[in-house]
């Protein structure tokens, strides 16, 4: 059966705003404050170490994007560079992965809100069904509404990141918060490097979107490297002062009980306003998480079920070429269920280790590219392939071992739908 390609609307800025949309939110808003409860005074290595991992990942998507610019990304990838397992297997974590951080990410939403305005958790899940059904709405749309409304959402986070750390600079400078007792030693610190490692990846977006954007052999690894690049930017200033002002106690208690640590701190600054700004911001910025994970989860469905390892209602597009409707919704209904959990600190952690193994696969196929078609040292790819795998397995060993558990379904599940008719 011919399929009909997805039309290319997409340059660099979009892609670039894309990129930060999906970044720019449960990870600066949530994350960090869940690294800080591991890792401590720790928590600025763990971010830049998590950096270094992304970028070699970042240089490894965005030469396979380019290569082979079609929506799916290492799922993909996998099935074109090594064998149909491994490209099932990535689409397979690629979905589990996208679908918790796009839960957690309504959860910290409707966090934020229900704090802001002094109502209680008992409206926790209901708040994150609400903005799953609206923004699950706005994507079937189709892309060319999203985008517009994911860069007004870029521009207002930044805004109130920047004011974050414009009004606790002082407090920062001046080493307000109380000092952290005990060492969270290696452990600590590459389990945190795995939780701000998935609060990175969202450039992976920009791939898995790859046949949507224009020129896409110049605009996917400019897009990529450019997003990555600003996310990390962002990430050390406000871990910098959100740590040196209110202290990773602080930061990791409000990540668990309220998910709003960054609110926590800024109510310290004594400064009017900047409280409901950073509640704005992480109300907005979660938005933008969850309309492009709502993108990028429903094209990786997309391109699973023009294969056939997913049902095929899933390839449909909607009848102006730019929205897979079927999977858009299928996405929606997915994210919602776990959202329904109300387990902020367990979706984040399982979505950590299902990325790993995501990004490890995509290594590995960057491993196979033709030397036309490679534009960085394989080093690159060894050095993403290794860290992957091994900070996989420094997250909770309940959460890796539900991940391998997963796994093996998936694989059972796709060898018996090749044997079938």
């Known amino acids: 059966m011919q399929h009909r390609p997805l039309t290319r609307t997409l340059g660099t800025p979009g892609a670039v705003l894309l990129g930060l949309g999906s970044i720019l939110g449960t990870g600066v808003f949530v994350s960090i404050g869940l ?38 990304g290492t799922y993909e990838y996998g099935y074109r560079y090594l064998f149909p397992a491994a490209g099932f297997t990535a689409g397979w974590m690629f979905v589990c992965a996208k679908s918790a951080s796009a839960a957690t990410a309504a959860l910290g939403l409707a966090g934020y809100a229900l704090h802001a305005f002094g109502l209680d958790g008992t409206w926790l899940a209901p708040a994150a069904l609400v903005v799953v059904a609206l923004l699950t709405t706005l994507v079937a749309g189709g892309i060319r509404r999203s985008a ?7 521009a207002a986070v930044l805004t109130a990141l920047v004011a974050f750390v414009l009004a ?25 490097t795995a939780l701000m490692f998935v609060a990175y990846a969202g450039y992976g977006r920009i791939a898995t979107l790859s046949e949507e954007i224009r020129e896409p052999a110049r605009n996917i690894p400019r897009a990529i490297v450019l997003t990555l690049a600003i996310t990390a930017a962002v990430y050390l200033a406000v871990a910098a002062v959100a740590l040196a002002a209110g202290g990773a106690d602080m930061l990791a208690a409000a990540a668990r009980t309220d998910a709003a640590p960054l609110e926590a701190v800024a ?9 409901g700004v950073v509640a704005a911001g992480a109300v907005i910025a979660m938005l933008g998480v969850l309309l492009n994970l709502l993108l990028g989860v429903s094209r990786v469905m997309l391109a699973m079920g023009r294969r056939g390892d997913l049902p095929a209602p899933l390839a449909r597009l909607n009848a102006a070429g730019t929205s897979p409707t079927v999977a858009v919704w299928a996405t929606g209904a997915l994210v919602a269920a776990l959202a329904a959990s109300g387990s902020v600190a367990g979706t984040w952690s399982f979505a950590a280790f299902t990325v790993l193994i995501y990004y490890a696969l995509t290594n590995l196929a960057a491993l196979r590219l033709p030397a036309a078609d490679r534009r960085y040292p394989r080093a690159f790819a060894w050095a993403g392939l290794a860290g992957c ?9 309940r959460i890796w071992a539900l991940g391998l558990s997963l796994i093996a379904l998936g694989l059972l599940w796709h060898r018996w739908r090749q044997h079938q008719p």
Request: contains cysteine; glycine residues 12%.
């Open 389 to 397: 795998l091994a900070l996989a397995f420094w997250v909770e060993p």
């Open 267 to 275: 109510r310290g600054f004594g400064i009017p306003g900047i409280v």
């Open 168 to 192: 606790g600079l002082p407090d920062a400078l001046a080493g307000t918060a109380t000092a952290r007792t005990g060492d969270a030693g290696a452990r600590g610190l590459l389990h945190a």
């Open 35 to 72: 690294a800080a409860g591991v890792a401590g005074p720790l928590l600025l290595p763990a971010i830049a170490l998590a950096a270094l991992l992304a970028l070699c990942n970042a240089l490894s998507s965005a030469q396979l994007a380019a290569a082979h610019p079609v929506a799916g």
């Open 148 to 154: 517009r409304a994911n860069a007004v959402i870029v």
